[in-house]
Nanobody, 123 residues
């Protein structure tokens, strides 16, 4: 019943910033950990960042730690991914997802997915 819709993607030059949003409808985020994944052309989907429910602890892929920040606003049923110092290697379709398992970095543990938003970083 949970629907997730990503927005905020686009074209940006290397070194620039974007802020992705993921809005949920149908249900609230109560009890769900949220995560961001990305899939570059010709590559497998990979974990980017996650935020737990009970403790709000955040966790990141090594490739983006220090550049990206995940946060959530439960009152708005929205999760964000602030992306700074973007690199061409960050180019991918970014997906938000919801999981009952805190701290998971594996796509198979996420129950609900958005349709994705494209991020393209030019050199």
């Amino acid at each position: 019943q949970v629907q997730l819709v990503e927005s905020g993607g686009g074209l940006v030059q290397a070194g620039g910033s974007l802020r992705l949003s993921c809005a949920a409808s149908g249900r609230t985020f109560w009890g769900y950990a949220m995560g961001w994944f990305r899939q570059a052309q010709g590559k497998e989907r990979e974990f980017v960042a996650g935020i737990a429910w009970r403790t709000d602890i955040t966790y990141y892929a090594d490739s983006i730690k220090g550049r990206f920040t995940i946060s959530r606003d439960n009152a708005k049923n929205t999760v964000y991914l602030q992306m700074n110092s973007l690199k061409p290697d960050d180019t991918a379709v970014y997906y938000c997802a919801a999981s009952r398992l805190d701290g998971s970095r594996f796509a198979r543990t996420y129950d609900y997915w958005g349709q994705g938003t494209q991020v393209t970083v030019s050199s």
